[in-house]
């Protein structure tokens, strides 16, 4: 076989299950690895060593019993630093918040852990995730495994460096405006943001109001990400805007290849800029699908730039979340962090019916898009990663772009809710990785994942990946 760490989270459950793998063996590496990986990148900010390790030993004294084991048996687990885990502290990456100890699992992290997931540590992000890339005053800066003076993306950087340097497999993630798909890209992971309710959050203080906020997995194949799907998707009564589990599982959905499907690529979305270098990947992966049957048509369409009002929103989400302590903590928190939440109490029911509006009309055009296209394509990012400590790029191929022009192609699927992936389809020059988005109608996940998969299958890249692991023996 491969090396022992790049073997795939389904790969281990399904060895381990067969008896041909021991948990206790698998955790043992695990921990070997983190230890000699991490200090290169600063993915992991606080492990459970112990813990995981003591739950390794009880599931194989099960399995040696003859106990079924779960689809996720053994597989060792990230969860990213918004995130609660029993027994550890949810910090957001925030000073104030360094205590802030989590008595119970999120709805996520209990599934994934009844589903036999293992979690090994917490993983780094930004100050409450408001950033594209992944920095904090509390844990420093996490760097991209292909090369660490750029970032992994943010702002689940944490996860995907974790799972591009191999200490896992599988690590949390979740996406407001790109969350997942920015640092799966630029870490050259499989990421996928769900329909938005398709995994349940919670349990909270209060409710998310923005509809804005989805959970998903960071992942080296899309195998895992369905597996993880599957694992934890389905309604909650924490969560009013939960979907029920889907009649089919995710697994078994990869295993239905949809023929001639039509595929709108848009290589801008009427407003973006792509350096030339990452557009040429992109659109090679783009005319991929047409020697798998499917065919692909230039969209020259525009979607609305709703970047001031996807802003907005965010921060008006985050002042929901700590407004109540903002005046206690606000010398604590990073000025950039303390503007947006000052923004937010200035906004007006006028402010709030032009988000609505201009909502509307991204919803529009995106159906009168999947009215006549079963998915579409667009790049996942404008750029190759950039400086580790930021900031994010002011230009592409010495044009200007605005702010939010480095995440152009992430934040309106998130005001729109649809189901969106990001494959690799190669490295640049400088041997960072570009990425395709696969964006798929509300409600049918499994056909962005059936396709993301068929193009794995047909432009393999889980083969390689950056080697951090010096001479720790994973044979």
């Not at 048996?73 to 029993?86: I, R, S, Y």
């Not at 599988?170 to 798909?181: F, K, N």
């Not at 990663?385 to 900031?391: I, T």
């Not at 690799?424 to 962005?448: F, K, M, N, S, Y």
Request: net charge positive; hydrophobic share 40%.
């Amino acid at each position: 076989m491969n090396s022992f760490w790049s073997n795939s989270g389904y790969e281990l459950a399904r060895r381990i299950r067969m008896r041909e793998l021991s948990p206790v063996e698998v955790m043992r590496r695990t921990l070997a690895t983190i230890e000699a990986v991490n200090p290169l990148v600063n993915a992991f900010v606080a492990m459970r060593a112990e813990e995981a390790m003591k739950e390794a030993k009880e599931l194989e004294a099960r399995i040696g019993k003859g106990i079924t084991a779960g689809p996720l048996a053994g597989v060792p687990l990230g969860v990213k630093d918004l995130e609660d885990v029993k027994g550890m502290v949810t910090s957001f990456g925030s000073i104030p918040y360094k205590k802030h100890m989590a008595v119970q699992d999120s709805i996520q992290v209990a599934r994934l852990r009844a589903s036999g997931a293992i979690v090994v540590g917490k993983t780094n992000t930004p100050e409450f995730g408001f950033t594209g890339f992944t920095k904090n005053r509390l844990y420093g800066v996490t760097r991209n495994p292909w090369n660490r003076e750029k970032t992994p993306g943010g702002s689940s950087g944490g996860s995907a460096a974790a799972v591009a340097a191999g200490m896992v497999p599988i690590a949390t993630g979740s996406d407001a405006g790109g969350s997942i798909r920015i640092p799966a890209c630029y870490s050259g992971c499989f990421g996928f943001k769900p329909t938005h309710g398709r995994i349940p959050f919670g349990p909270t203080a209060r409710l998310y109001m923005t509809r804005t906020w989805t959970l998903g997995p960071i992942t080296r194949t899309v195998e895992d990400a369905a597996l993880y799907l599957a694992c934890t998707a389905g309604n909650h009564w924490a969560d009013p805007d939960s979907l029920p589990r889907p009649s089919l599982s995710y697994v078994d959905a990869l295993k239905v290849r949809p023929t001639k499907l039509k595929m709108a690529f848009s290589p801008d979305l009427g407003y973006a800029r792509v350096q030339k270098k990452v557009m040429t990947l992109v659109e090679q992966a783009a005319v991929s699908f047409e020697d798998m049957g499917h065919s692909v048509e230039i969209w020259k369409g525009k979607l609305p730039n709703v970047a001031q009002e996807w802003s907005d929103l965010m921060n008006w989400e985050l002042y929901g979340q700590i407004g109540h302590d903002l005046e206690r903590i606000r010398l604590e928190l990073g000025r950039t962090l303390v503007q947006s939440l000052d923004s937010a109490r200035a906004l007006t029911v006028g402010d709030h019916m032009r988000i609505q509006e201009s909502r509307t009309v991204l919803n529009r055009v995106l159906g009168e898009v999947f009215d006549r296209f079963d998915l579409l394509l667009t790049p996942t990012m404008p750029t190759e990663a950039f400086a580790a400590k930021g900031p994010p790029p002011t230009e592409v191929d010495g044009q200007p772009i605005p702010l939010l022009g480095a995440t152009a192609f992430t934040y309106p699927f998130n005001l729109s809710g649809h189901p969106a992936a990001t494959v690799r389809v190669g490295l640049t020059r400088a041997g960072l990785p570009a990425g395709l988005q696969i964006i798929g109608p509300r409600h049918r996940d499994e056909r962005v994942l059936q396709a993301a998969h068929a193009y794995e299958e047909a432009c393999p890249w889980s083969d390689h990946w950056p080697h951090l692991h010096g001479s720790i023996e994973h044979e």
